[in-house]
């Protein structure tokens, strides 16, 4: 059976967030089967909480935030929600010490790095997934992004075009067999990146106070500005299917099928997801009930401390 996951202890952590430059704290706590990732405002009083949901995401230009009906947001959640498909996170409580998330290095890396040294524990209960069941797709202008069945697994296929001097056209196209082991490695440490012209606007505007070239890759009319370089060198598509990754999650179960896209963005990843949703004959929630795991859709990385 592939069982639900939550992480073995519980542990908190601290960075900077992007939108105010100050430090914020998250505290992970371990979550019973059928909880899903849900996260608690501590800053509020009362405490607002919040179950992550495809109808709470609004992506907000800067990133994707979870917004409730009274407009309560957490935001900077999407290279968290990515390390937890990647890793096979079903359940989890998230309490933040403020309305965003830390951006640490502006990728996934560090939460995988952090997941995978508390431990995940697997719980007695069969994790769900979605299998497609015909093609969704939904446009915006030339940008489209689409779901369809496929045998086994979870394939990605998506090509970006920026038209910059910095990014190599023979370099906008990625695609992958989604497994936790080929997203720690593939994905998990490319980072955000943005043009230093929005960076001046944003700043200018007393936006995106945390941002640096400590948490995203900059780029000026011609070039690359971090003096590190590029982590891969295709960093850019391969952040952008991390983003893909984690939109795609936000509903925390794993998607059986073969997602494809063209220039696609947090919120038309978001519109798919919905799409997909929005009629039951478009999917099946499954489970792997009987026998074992291996060769089972996902080779999820980690070592749940709790054996079956
Ligand atoms: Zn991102």
């Known amino acids: 059976m592939i069982k639900q996951r939550t992480i073995s202890r519980a542990f908190s952590a601290a960075g900077i967030g992007l939108h105010s430059g100050a430090r914020v704290e998250v505290a992970f706590s371990p979550a019973p089967p059928g909880t899903g990732i849900v996260y608690t405002r501590t800053d509020l009083s009362p405490r607002v909480v919040m179950r992550c949901h495809p109808d709470l995401v609004l992506d907000t230009h800067l990133c994707t935030a979870l917004v409730n009906g009274d407009g309560i947001r957490i935001s900077t959640v999407e290279h968290l929600t990515a390390a937890l498909s990647a890793l096979g ?4 409580l998230v309490d933040v010490s403020a309305p965003e998330l830390p951006i640490l290095d502006g990728s996934s890396m560090p939460f995988i790095y952090l997941f ?4 995940l524990k697997e719980l007695p209960a069969p994790k769900e997934f979605l299998k497609v069941l015909r093609k969704v797709r939904v446009e915006d202008g030339d940008k489209w992004a689409e779901l369809n069945p496929r045998e086994s697994g979870f394939g990605l296929d998506l090509t970006i075009d920026f038209n910059h001097p910095a990014i190599d056209r023979d370099l906008e196209h990625f695609e992958m067999d989604f497994s936790g082991e080929g997203f720690a490695k593939e994905l998990s440490r490319a980072r955000t990146f943005c043009f230093m012209r929005d960076v001046e606007y944003m700043h200018a505007h007393h ?6 070239l400590d948490n995203a890759v900059v780029l000026d009319d011609n070039r690359v500005m971090n003096p590190d370089g590029l982590r891969y060198k295709d960093e850019f598509v391969k952040h952008k299917m991390l983003d893909c990754c984690g939109d795609l999650y936000m509903g925390t179960r794993s998607i059986l099928g073969s997602f494809s896209a063209y220039k696609t963005g947090h919120s038309l990843n978001n519109r798919l997801l919905r799409a997909l949703l929005s009629d039951s004959a478009n999917y099946r929630v499954v ?3 009987a026998g074992g795991d291996q060769g089972g859709p996902l ?3 980690g070592h749940p401390a709790e054996a079956s």
Do not use: C, Q
């Not at 996170?89 to 989890?92: E, T």
């Not at 995978?116 to 431990?119: I, R, Y």
């Open 116 to 119: 995978e040294s508390v431990g």
């Open 287 to 289: 489970t792997f009930d």
């Open 89 to 92: 996170i079903d359940n989890l």
């Open 207 to 212: 936006l995106a106070l945390g941002g640096s």
């Open 299 to 301: 080779a999820f990385i």
